[in-house]
């Protein structure tokens, strides 16, 4: 069975620092790309960053370039999203995602709150 857990999301005050994690299992991690999405209320899901399965290469958009990284522990089975300098716009449900040949899974969501 495949599940992708996230944590680590909460309230933080504007020019703070969150760390989440996905917990992945069920499936062959090393094969996947791994990515975090976020939709906020109102708007489409939106792709804030994403590491190749190997070679741990990544790419952001540039609304976060600079202030968020992803990276991966292939031996835990686990993704990390580092978020610092956050702003109120970065408010919504971060997810999980992991991918692979037009395969995909989704993880339930991680709310973060950016609000003083």
């Known amino acids: 069975q495949v599940q992708l857990v996230e944590s680590g999301g909460g309230l933080v005050q504007p020019g703070g620092s969150l760390r989440l994690s996905c917990a992945a299992s069920g499936f062959t991690f090393t094969t996947y790309s791994m990515s975090w999405y976020r939709q906020a209320p109102g708007k489409e899901r939106e792709l804030v960053a994403r590491i190749g399965p190997v070679s741990g290469s990544t790419n952001y958009p540039d609304s976060v370039k600079g202030r968020f990284t992803i990276s991966r522990d292939n031996a835990k089975k686990t993704v990390t999203l580092q978020m610092n300098s956050l702003k109120p716009e970065d408010t919504a449900v971060y997810y999980c995602?992991?991918?692979?040949?037009?395969?995909?899974?989704w993880g339930q969501g991680t709310q973060v709150t950016v609000s003083s």
């Open positions: 995602k992991a991918a692979r040949l037009g395969n995909s899974y």
